[in-house]
């Protein structure tokens, strides 16, 4: 048969557990009657966190914006630069070209110069100032001189057939000079001309 219990044994097992129970009320409520604040609290700092992230993302997209341009801008010199590149290519080839036609040039005038050069030098050794100046108005009438040989040019190609009528008159004249040589009394009359000649003068 079991032992009853004393309530004074069991008086502070219950005072301990009433002053729990009311430490965890009290606890409770305080914490109840703090949780407004605190989630007003969480709830600025989660404002806070929200408008930071906004400026983040803000700033990113910012960024984003200004790296787009970027690429823009590197496309356009990519494309610049290629543009420029072919260009230079025309021009390195063009420049090949005309080295290559250079240097054959080269080949063919520069044994003729070196074949030239000594009678350049004793040309500009023996030349002179006058002769200088007589070139220079020789060139100055080239003009008048091309025009005056350009209407004595037919006159010219007609000499073929004049001149063996010149022969001939030559021929003539020749015999009748033979001729008068042989009238008697020939020299006589040429020395009374050559003194009313003479007298004239």
Same mark, same amino acid.
């Given at each position: 048969?079991?032992?009853?219990?004393?309530?004074?044994?069991?008086?502070?097992?219950? *005072?301990?557990?009433? *002053? &729990? &129970?009311l430490q965890w009320s009290v606890d409770t409520a305080v914490?109840?009657? /703090?949780?407004?604040?605190?989630?007003?609290?969480? %709830?600025?700092?989660?404002?806070?966190?929200?408008?930071?992230?906004?400026?983040?993302? @803000? /700033?990113?997209?910012?960024?984003?914006?200004?790296?787009?341009?970027?690429?823009?801008?590197?496309?356009?010199?990519?494309d610049r630069t290629a543009v420029v590149a072919n260009e230079?290519?025309?021009?390195?080839?063009?420049?090949?070209?005309?080295?290559?036609?250079?240097?054959?040039?080269?080949?063919?005038?520069?044994?003729?110069?070196?074949?030239?050069?000594?009678?350049?030098?004793?040309?500009?050794?023996?030349? &002179?100032?006058?002769?200088?100046?007589?070139?220079?108005? %020789? =060139?100055? *009438?080239?003009?008048?001189?091309? @025009?005056?040989?350009?209407?004595?040019?037919p006159i010219l190609a007609t000499l073929d057939t004049v001149?063996?009528?010149?022969?001939?008159?030559?021929?003539?004249?020749?015999?009748?000079?033979?001729?008068?040589? !042989?009238?008697? /009394?020939?020299?006589? =009359?040429?020395?009374? !001309?050559?003194?009313?000649? /003479?007298?004239?003068?």
């Amino acid at each position: 048969m079991p032992f009853p219990v004393n309530p004074l044994q069991i008086l502070p097992t219950v *005072q301990k557990a009433a *002053q &729990s &129970s009311l430490q965890w009320s009290v606890d409770t409520a305080v914490f109840v009657v /703090g949780l407004p604040t605190r989630v007003a609290a969480l %709830l600025d700092e989660a404002e806070g966190l929200v408008r930071q992230v906004s400026g983040v993302v @803000d /700033g990113a997209a910012r960024a984003v914006a200004a790296a787009d341009a970027v690429i823009a801008a590197c496309a356009t010199l990519v494309d610049r630069t290629a543009v420029v590149a072919n260009e230079t290519e025309v021009v390195v080839a063009t420049a090949a070209r005309s080295a290559a036609v250079a240097d054959e040039l080269l080949g063919i005038y520069q044994p003729l110069a070196l074949a030239a050069a000594p009678l350049a030098s004793q040309f500009v050794d023996e030349i &002179s100032e006058d002769e200088v100046h007589a070139a220079v108005r %020789l =060139f100055d *009438q080239l003009p008048e001189l091309t @025009d005056r040989m350009t209407a004595l040019m037919p006159i010219l190609a007609t000499l073929d057939t004049v001149s063996p009528e010149i022969h001939e008159l030559l021929e003539v004249v020749k015999d009748v000079r033979q001729a008068i040589i !042989g009238v008697p /009394g020939f020299r006589f =009359f040429r020395r009374r !001309g050559e003194d009313k000649l /003479g007298e004239g003068e």
